[in-house]
């Protein structure tokens, strides 16, 4: 075994000399191992060690005994120790986790804690060969995406340097013979021994086959896990750099996409694309699998041109036409508004300004967000839509629905009922801001005191960092 770890160390790059290393030690066999390889065996790296123990306070007497238990190890072998006790089903009940992801929190959080103090170099963490087995097809099982598939990364990092796994080219039997060969004691967890853990049906049931099919399987789902994040992190990266052709709009809660622009990119980029955005509205706390990835993909490839998807956590995909967009908010009908715009006056609604100034002349060149008009019209009012709206546009003989004016157009189903109305004095709609103008629009032969307006869509990208 010493060897092997050693190897691995070496490959790996793990540790270097005169490092600072914590160890979480909660008094197993694993643990234990790892703190007495790397305090003894290791004795060429002069390696200043650490032992942090948390009390997760979820077995009672059996938990201070565990810490208790460490603690004693640690004197008798003068190694530095710190121990932290933690509610974890409290913390579980305030947070609305489950209980390993509370106790991972709590734990992570203690390691962090005693790192800072430290300044240390490394966290060592007593995970093997038989545990990246296990997490591997747990995650394949129940449905990660990326570089969740590829089980745990040798290292990573965290706090104020690393967390590295030296054990991960071994396996558990490996472990368990050097704590014999050494004679160290450990403790035992019960719970390890029930069905009722998902991790403990695999341990039971489906290693044990697939050791008896290859003894060194451990061996073969460590180098498969090692590609898959290499192979993961270059297919981020690419990922990663389609971002600005892909997100329209975007803030914390918030993000906007355009389909076609996400459908233009291969099938593996898209997925990832999708992931980062995800990763990133859930801030890194990712509660979605590859089925809601491709449920999303399933969504954007439809012939239908609006549809949605509600997500974990309250999160919503809508789409609408080419567009989707995620948010956090909640989907209440808007707040209707009107307001009313004088000369040389500006209204701000949801989606943008509108501005009101006299001119001389007409101008050579306008846009659809510029209409030119009679000072007569005046004061106008700016309104949401209503109801069986109206309006002659342009040129058309009758008058058409502004709803229908909204789906010929494709206008985003989130910005209809917000989308400004502008009728003139006699209430009459003579403008959807941007889009068409009334036939009521048209000038007088006289062209007297004319007055230009212009609509300005406000443009929502803001910062932020995806990962």
Known sequence: MLQD??????????????????????????????????????????????AAHMNHELRGEESLEDLAFVERYCKQEGITFEASSEDVGRYKEVHQLSTQVAARECRYHFFEQVMERYHANALALAHHGDDQIETMLMRQVHGSTGAGLAGMPVKRPFSTGM???????????????????????????????SDRYVRNRFRHHVLPFLKEENPSVHLRYQLYSERLQSDEQYLMQQASA????????????????????????????????IH??????????APFSSIHI????????????????????????????????????TFLHPE???????????????????????????????SPNDLIMEEVA??????????????????????????????????DRSERDVWPIV???????????GVTRSEKATLSAKKNKLVHLHYAKKLHRLGGQYH
């Open 5 to 50: 770890v050693d190897r691995f160390i070496e490959k790996h790059d793990l540790l270097g000399k005169r490092d600072t290393v914590v160890v979480g030690v909660s008094g197993g066999p694993d643990s234990i191992a790892l703190l007495h390889y790397l305090t003894n065996a290791l004795s060429d790296y002069q390696l200043s060690v650490i």
């Open 163 to 193: 967390i590295i796994r030296p054990f991960l080219g071994i396996t558990k039997e490996q472990v368990l013979d050097y704590c014999d060969t050494h004679s160290l004691s450990y403790r035992i967890d019960p719970s390890n021994s």
């Open 242 to 273: 389609h971002l600005e052709d892909v997100i329209v709009e975007q803030n914390d809660k918030f993000v906007k996409l355009d389909i076609k622009s996400l459908q233009s990119l291969p099938i593996p980029l898209q997925r990832r694309v």
């Open 276 to 285: 980062l955005i995800l990763n990133y509205l859930y801030t890194g706390n």
């Open 294 to 329: 491709e449920d999303l993909r399933l969504m954007f490839d439809s012939e239908h041109p609006s549809a949605s998807l509600n997500l974990p956590l309250e999160l919503r995909a809508v789409k609408s036409y080419t567009t989707c967009y995620f948010s956090f908010e």
């Open 336 to 366: 209707p508004y009107e307001y009313h715009l004088s000369l040389r006056g500006s209204v701000e609604t949801p989606l943008g300004t509108i501005t009101a100034v006299p001119i001389d002349s007409i101008p050579p060149q306008l």
């Open 378 to 411: 005046f004061p106008l009012v700016v309104r949401s839509r209503h109801s069986g709206d109206r309006i002659q546009p342009k040129g058309m003989i009758g008058t058409k629905k502004v709803k229908d004016i909204f789906i010929d157009r494709k206008i």
């Open 423 to 433: 009728e003139d004095r006699m209430g009459h709609i003579i403008w959807v801001a």
